[in-house]
């Protein structure tokens, strides 16, 4: 059955087609609309519901395409691959690659919180999985467009050190060699542009910089400068 509103019903269709999937799938769309519905939109309906749903779906996708390409591959992998593969910075990433965002019902001061919009994303992302799932109670509406980009990751994550997580390696990496843990100072930036990078990190341990970076957030930048600091401590060559 069809939304109401044309207009709306002609945005979700056009983020179907996005998806690589047919507006003639049994798509229920009522509930991907409620999927890009965020709470301060509605109190009670939103997506959180299917977020939760969502959660569960992406985490069984990631489960399936490891099992699949990876049969030999150790449980602990597994886990560690499936943890940088459901994580809000990869969920995110893939929602902005498919213009979720432009879909995505949001209301008050949270439009203009460019801080939580990766949270946002992902917690929308999964919401739109909850939904497709839900459509057909299976993953045929998932599996398509979604299998390919965890194959993928599945692969750059595997042949990465770090998991692509090079905050949680150098937090490791210093626990292990010194019992501590690595200090961030994070600072915002005066930017003409909303769109660019607003917050700089430093990352220090025993009163030495190890690295710097800058990121749209304050993890981003986090980040950023952990990876800075572990190929600095791991790989003194690379460019």
Aim: glycine share 6%; charged share 20%.
């Amino acid at each position: 059955m069809t939304l109401a509103y044309p207009r709306r019903q002609r945005q979700l269709e056009n983020l179907v087609q996005k998806l690589g999937l047919s507006t003639q799938a049994p798509i229920k769309w009522q509930l991907l609309d409620l999927a890009l519905t965020h709470p301060t939109v509605s109190e009670s309906a939103n997506y959180e519901q299917l977020e939760f749903v969502g959660d569960a779906v992406v985490r069984l996708v990631a489960a399936i395409v490891l099992w699949e390409n990876y049969p030999d591959c150790p449980v602990g992998d597994f886990a560690a691959i499936r943890s940088v593969l459901v994580s809000d910075r990869i969920l995110a990433q893939l929602a902005k690659e498919y213009g979720l965002e432009l879909y995505l019902l949001v209301a008050g001061s949270a439009t203009a919180d460019k801080v939580g919009q990766e949270s946002r994303l992902a917690d929308a992302f999964e919401a739109v999985l909850g939904a497709l799932y839900l459509s057909t109670q299976n993953l045929e509406l998932i599996h398509p467009w979604l299998d390919p980009h965890f194959k993928q990751l599945a692969t750059e994550i595997r042949l990465d050190p770090a998991r692509l997580n090079y905050k949680a390696a150098l937090q490791e990496w210093t626990q292990a060699q010194f019992k501590v843990l690595p200090e961030y100072r994070v600072v915002e930036i005066n930017l003409p542009h909303h769109n660019q990078e607003r917050f700089m990190a430093e990352v220090w341990l025993h009163g030495k910089k190890l690295g710097q970076g800058k990121g749209r957030s304050i993890k981003g930048a986090e980040q950023s400068a952990a990876k800075v600091a572990f190929f600095a401590i791991f790989s003194p060559d690379k460019p």
